[in-house]
């Protein structure tokens, strides 16, 4: 069925077009270092993230509280306690990748002197056998390795990943030889002496993938299989009701794993990394776990926003389709951790539906995370408040703030990809980079006011012909999908026309995995315009999901729409968004970002004078993008809206709970 929709969208463009779904190419994602982003839409939060999110991170890291304190501590031999939380090492390294994206896209001197200071004070805290981490350092060190939960190995995979980055950014190798050093402590107590072990929260996986890939020792790739290998085994004493070895991931062993259980963040970190290793290994069941868990998340365990999290006080997933909206939790890094497995997903196998999934979380789920001033952040992003939720300047588990600054400032590794035989453009930001087909240099750049229009311009430079493919995605959302799967459907599936030309000629294509792949001689100054209509679309959810039963959400593009009480004062709460509701792009600025609102007409019900009764009244509806609410002050929003009048809270002010 949708083979057949897919062909009838298709055959509607001035083009040739050939539907294949067995054909499976791989390629690599360029790394953000090769990127450059000059967009409208990113080049700005990249700038925001440089000027205002990192200057608070470095403020509450280093003066604030005692992250950097408990460094200079162990370097300078001082006999003081550790102060803060025992995983508080790993927000300094958080901040210390975002600072190596930052310096990319936004030089600044003062910036990258803050950060060799710190990686100064980081190297001379390292203990003689490589061990590095403050918590055991500064109190029992021989208890060092006999917790799990401890975080040892999750905060060196986030000393890894920074190590790499400052590396990529700088070509200064200081904090990259403090990691391998420490990796090379972590094989030799941990792989090496077959210890009884595992990860209580993942990310060291990645990271070590990561580190093979820059040094070339397959000893770090083998590590990161072997921290895979050691869940299921039950090394961990567990004794609380919530700590279970669903909670870790533990249940089972990864390969024999089949649905998501736990702790959110933990759970994408691990399948990115078992992602990682099955795309370097080629390990087919892993591949095909990955899978299977995948479709458990998408089509099973996902808000329309790309969140996931069902519990706040676990920060887990719950049942299938325990999807609330005021009580979501949707933790800003469990967004962060989606984007990070959708992009290994797509990796592995070439397919463009990970990537749909990866800009939903972006563009929505993530985003969200990050004031549009840059210095406030939300830890959890629910779909509905009643005014209890606000953003906040930090957080005593901080992870959410270093963690989105890292990301956007690095979306430049989300881009483009390239395989032997092709470029691939996943995302449309505006930006350049470069390519090489054999002897020849191909530069390559695009051009675009994504996501509020769907008109992108790219042009090749090449000083001689080069023949190689062209994938341009074609996004789930102007296919009549708005996500894989049917958790969540249009129900005014509006078509997303999209023309391809080259040089202002139609040109014929072919549709593999989702990408339009264009097979041609390229020539210097060929400029390939490729344009997506973005029509207005209504979501509904599939009946699994109680809690959006009668409700439909909006989006248009890429972006998900909400209503809050900033635009639409007589409340949002008694608003009915009836099928026949038409909605308006219009320009708008929420603070100082400017984006495109939608206007239009629905109803309210309210109580009649008498309160006997309920009154019908036509009212003007403003929704702006999810990402942007909770700017102007706390106050009430949904993303859900009512489409019939027995759904909806009339006289309704303040409560903390969802209500059918």
């Known amino acids: 069925m949708m083979k057949n929709y897919v062909c009838l969208l298709l055959a509607c463009l001035l083009c040739t077009s050939v539907w294949s779904q067995n054909k499976s190419e791989k390629f690599e994602f360029v790394n953000f270092s090769k990127v450059t982003i000059n967009d409208d839409f990113w080049k700005p939060k990249i700038d925001k993230v440089a000027t205002k999110t990192l200057p608070a991170c470095i403020y509450q890291t280093e003066i604030a509280t005692a992250r950097i304190r408990n460094f200079e501590k162990v370097a300078h031999k001082k006999l003081e306690k550790h102060e803060g939380i025992y995983f508080d090492d790993s927000d300094v390294y958080k ?28 190297a001379a805290a390292q203990q003689p056998d490589g061990y590095l981490n403050t918590y055991y350092t500064l109190g029992d060190i021989s208890k060092r390795w006999t917790d799990v939960e401890k975080h040892e190995d999750y905060c060196a995979g986030h000393l890894i990943e920074a190590g790499i980055a400052y590396y990529n950014t700088t070509g200064k190798r ?65 004794g609380t009701n919530w700590i279970t070895p669903d909670y870790w991931q533990d249940a089972v062993p990864v390969k024999k794993q089949t649905e998501i259980t736990g702790h959110a ?52 997933f719950s049942t299938d389709y325990d999807l609330p909206n005021e009580n979501a939790y949707c933790e800003t890094c469990a ?17 463009s539906k990970y ?63 390239k395989s032997d035989d092709g470029i691939w453009v996943n995302l449309f930001v505006g930006s350049n980079t470069s390519f090489r087909f054999g002897k020849n240099d191909v530069a390559f750049s695009m051009q675009t006011e994504y996501p509020w ?3 992108v311009k790219m042009t090749i430079d090449t000083k001689k012909p080069a023949t190689f493919n062209l994938n341009l995605r074609l996004p789930g959302w102007a296919k009549g999908e708005p996500v894989p799967g049917d958790l969540y459907k249009f129900s005014n599936t509006i078509n997303s026309p999209i023309t391809i030309q080259v040089n202002g000629k139609d040109v014929a294509y072919t549709v593999e995995n989702g990408y339009a792949v264009i097979k041609r001689e390229w020539k210097k100054g060929d400029v390939i315009g490729y344009d997506i209509s973005m029509p207005v679309n209504y979501i509904v959810a599939g009946k699994q999901i ?23 004062k007589e409340g949002v709460w008694d608003i009915i968004v009836p099928p026949s509701a038409t909605f308006i792009p219009e320009n708008m600025q929420v603070l100082t970002e400017p984006v495109i609102a939608l206007e239009g007409k629905g109803l309210a019900a309210v ?43 009339i006289g309704y002010q303040t409560n903390n709970s969802d209500h059918h």
């Not at 990258?112 to 100064?120: G, H, K, L, S, V």
């Not at 869940?231 to 961990?236: A, F, Q």
């Not at 800009?359 to 209890?388: C, K, M, T, V, W």
């Open 453 to 455: 229009n769907g008109n």
């Open 335 to 351: 967004s962060v951790g989606m984007i990070f497995w959708n992009q290994r997903m797509c990796e592995l196998t070439g397919e």
């Open 546 to 568: 109680k809690y959006d039963d009668g409700r439909v959400a909006i989006q248009r593009g890429p972006v998900l729409y909400c209503v809050e009480g900033a635009d639409n």
């Open 174 to 238: 200081k904090l990259l030889d403090v990691a391998i050093r420490f990796a090379n402590h972590i094989d030799s107590t941990m792989r090496l002496a077959n210890k009884n072990w595992f990860s209580g929260h993942e990310e060291i996986e990645l990271a070590l993938v990561k580190l093979y890939k820059v040094t070339n020792d397959d000893r770090y790739l083998k590590l990161a299989d072997w921290y895979l290998e050691q869940r299921g085994k039950r090394y961990y004493a567990y």
């Open 265 to 316: 963040v933990r759970a994408m970190y691990l399948y990115t990394g078992a992602a990682d290793v099955a795309a370097v290994t080629n390990d087919k069941d892993y591949m095909n776990v990955m899978k299977k868990v995948w479709e458990d998340v998408v089509y099973r365990n996902m808000y329309i926003t790309g969140g996931i999290g069902t519990g706040g006080t676990a920060e887990a």
């Open 95 to 122: 901040a210390l990748e975002a600072i190596a994206y930052s310096l990319k896209t936004h030089p600044d001197t003062a910036l990258e002197n803050t950060a060799d200071r710190w990686i100064d004070i980081i």
């Open 355 to 417: 990537i749909d999934v990866l800009e939903r979380s972006l563009y929505n789920g993530a985003l969200a995370g990050l004031s549009i001033s840059g210095d406030h952040f939300f830890y959890d992003n629910p779909l509905a408040s009643s005014g209890q939720h606000k953003r906040k300047e930090w957080f005593g588990t901080a992870c959410c703030p270093s963690n989105i600054a890292r990301l956007v400032s690095s979306v430049g590794n989300y881009i483009y990809g």
């Open 607 to 649: 109580p009649s004078a008498d309160g006997q009764s309920v009154i019908m009244q036509q009212r003007k509806v403003t929704a702006i993008p999810y990402y942007a609410w909770c700017n102007r002050g706390s106050n009430d929003m949904q993303v859900w809206l009512p489409a019939k009048v027995n759904d909806v809270k």
